[in-house]
T-cell receptor, first 111, second 114 residues
Framework: AQRVTQPEKLLSVFKGAPVELKCNYSYSGSPELFWYVQYSRQRLQLLLRHISRESIKGFTADLNKGETSFHLKKPFAQEEDSAMYYCALSSPLEYGNKLVFGAGTILRVKS | DTGVSQNPRHKITKRGQNVTFRCDPISEHNRLYWYRQTLGQGPEFLTYFQNEAQLEKSRLLSDRFSAERPKGSFSTLEIQRTEQGDSAMYLC?????WGTGELFFGEGSRLTVL
């Protein structure tokens, strides 16, 4: 069964500190992995996808198939990064692109 | 284009009543998804449409739940004989079949069953 695990409910860091939001998945194949973000009073939106291999707002994420992880990292946290972050998985073998989400991690960046 | 639109944004109802939520996707998007989110959890997949065809339903979608997408445009999600356990945020999302795989979400409809 497809499953996404985000072990931390809350991650609190100081401004300028490095950030790592953990995501582990279970999937028997090669999934597509995503990070979605929800800022206060805004809708859920895509932050980045592993296929793109891009950095968005200073965030990067590397798919590690050996460890079945897709951790989100940023070297220097900003206050505007405070939000709820969801890791999500979709199966390229299944029609429909539906996403399986983790429970989410609240990132709080303190000044 | 204002993105995916959902209404009502909030609905309070008594147990046993029926409720209906509406979702208007981004106009050129042919896929439409419904998710449910409860406190402390990520969104859980309920069902999705490609154009007017409902292609997949989750086991979470009991017989009391029905979704439609007539003419492949807006969609409705109806919950009959609501129960307190139905209290949740119901999220709608849309995407293109041949897009990047990105789902565009609405702001959600929050249901409270008393």
């Amino acid at each position: 069964a497809q499953r996404v695990t985000q072990p931390e409910k809350l991650l609190s860091v100081f401004k300028g500190a490095p950030v790592e939001l953990k995501c582990n998945y279970s999937y028997s194949g090669s999934p597509e992995l995503f990070w979605y973000v929800q800022y206060s009073r805004q809708r859920l939106q895509l932050l980045l996808r592993h296929i793109s291999r891009e950095s968005i707002k200073g965030f990067t994420a590397d798919l590690n198939k050996g460890e079945t992880s897709f951790h989100l990292k940023k070297p220097f946290a900003q206050e505007e990064d405070s939000a709820m972050y969801y890791c999500a998985l979709s199966s390229p073998l299944e029609y429909g692109n539906k996403l399986v989400f983790g429970a989410g991690t609240i990132l709080r960046v303190k000044s | 284009d204002t993105g995916v639109s959902q209404n009502p944004r909030h609905k309070i109802t008594k147990r046993g009543q029926n409720v209906t939520f509406r979702c208007d996707p981004i106009s050129e998007h042919n896929r439409l998804y419904w998710y449910r989110q409860t406190l402390g959890q990520g969104p859980e997949f309920l069902t999705y449409f490609q154009n007017e065809a409902q292609l997949e339903k989750s086991r979470l979608l009991s017989d009391r739940f029905s979704a439609e997408r007539p003419k492949g445009s807006f969609s409705t999600l109806e919950i009959q004989r609501t129960e307190q356990g139905d209290s949740a945020m119901y999220l709608c999302a849309s995407s293109l079949v041949w897009g990047t795989g990105e789902l565009f979400f609405g702001e959600g409809s929050r249901l409270t069953v008393l």
